[in-house]
């Protein structure tokens, strides 16, 4: 064999070294991890815009349609739920509810009432309870009729307030007297604070501006829900 066919014949025998696997560049993992984290960010936050979407129009559905039921021949109180005064004399608003009160109590389905609220801080010097009353009595109800509760400063507390003084008077059955867009919250409170088997009798307003109301409610149905999960676990 010549000594150049022996060369050939090495270089076809000698494989080839291996390339070394390109190295990724320092800056793309940086990117990639970003990417990956952007991602699940918009993810988390489409799934909590869209909860939050379910939530608004849950509470909404609970606003705009109020407790549907049928009102016994007698109770053994009505239970009004205060709002603003002004002046020392009950807001449009308040005046409603109180209408209606006065319509049931000449209807007989209740001969007790327990007006609930606090002092406003806006001025007035009267509590909302002190209000409710004298504006009753001008409706012609007999003052002795009307028990007042004026610490309550919450939807909360008027109910928890008042359930102290149906147990103090002996009352069992009662009627909660409030607007409609109010009335799924307060019967949820009422049962919360323990009334039995209350009721819920409620007006569409005329004189409120509902869509700063209804939203109003909206959050504050919120808050009575997480509220209530505290109380359920003690806090």
Do not use: C
Not at 21 to 40: E, F, G, I
Not at 46 to 58: D, N, P, R, T
Not at 83 to 108: F, T, W
Not at 109 to 131: C, R, W
């Amino acid at each position: 064999m010549t000594a150049k066919s022996n060369m050939n014949h090495k270089q076809r025998t000698v494989s080839p070294k291996p390339r070394k696997a390109a190295k990724p560049s320092s800056k793309a993992a940086p990117k990639s991890k970003l990417r990956r984290r952007l991602a699940y960010l918009f993810r988390t936050f489409i799934v909590v815009f869209l909860l939050g979407v379910a939530w608004i129009i849950y509470v909404q559905w609970k606003v705009q349609v109020a407790p549907d039921q049928v009102l016994p021949k007698q109770v053994d109180v009505g239970i009004v739920l205060g709002a603003s005064l002004r002046q020392d004399i009950p807001s449009p608003g308040l005046q409603e509810r109180l209408d209606l009160a006065v319509n049931l109590y000449k209807q007989g389905k209740f001969k007790q009432l327990i007006v609930s609220g606090g002092l406003d801080h806006n001025g007035s010097k009267l509590t909302e309870a002190e209000g409710m009353r004298n504006y009753l009595v001008q409706k012609g109800l007999p003052a002795k009729s009307i028990l007042i509760e004026p610490r309550a400063t919450s939807t909360y507390e008027n109910l928890l307030f008042s359930k102290q003084i149906m147990d103090e008077q002996g009352f069992v059955s009662s009627i909660i007297v409030t607007h409609s867009y109010h009335g799924s919250r307060s019967l949820d409170i009422a049962e919360t604070v323990g009334l039995k088997e209350p009721l819920v009798s409620s007006i569409d307003s005329k004189v409120l501006f509902m869509p700063y109301h209804e939203a109003r409610e909206t959050l504050a149905y919120t808050k009575w829900i997480w509220d209530k999960l505290l109380l359920k676990v003690g806090v």
